[in-house]
């Protein structure tokens, strides 16, 4: 489950105006199966999730070691996130 909430305050007397955006994302399920046992859609459900999560991973290591290319691609997750990794935020 992701939740985008897209923010716009305007000042009346100055009459300017910021935007924000906040993600909120539940991960839940991205637990080791080794521990939950998860068998069936469950388990299919957390392989989703942790292959988002190494995705997410792989492109804050290429942000941070300043890549030209970097791996938005990989997954849904991190195509939403996009604008909000790159600095173009």
Do not use: F
Not at 40 to 47: A, I, K
């Amino acid at each position: 489950l992701i939740v985008t909430l897209n923010v716009t305050c305007r000042s009346t007397t100055s009459r300017s105006e910021w935007q924000s955006k906040m993600h909120l994302v539940d991960l839940a399920g991205s637990e080791r199966r080794s521990k939950t046992n998860a068998q069936g859609e469950r388990m299919v459900e957390s392989n989703h999730i942790n292959k988002s999560l190494s995705a997410l991973h792989d492109v804050i290591s290429s942000l941070s070691r300043k890549e030209a290319h970097i791996p938005y691609r990989n997954s849904k997750l991190t195509q939403l996130l996009q604008d909000s990794l790159s600095g173009s935020s």
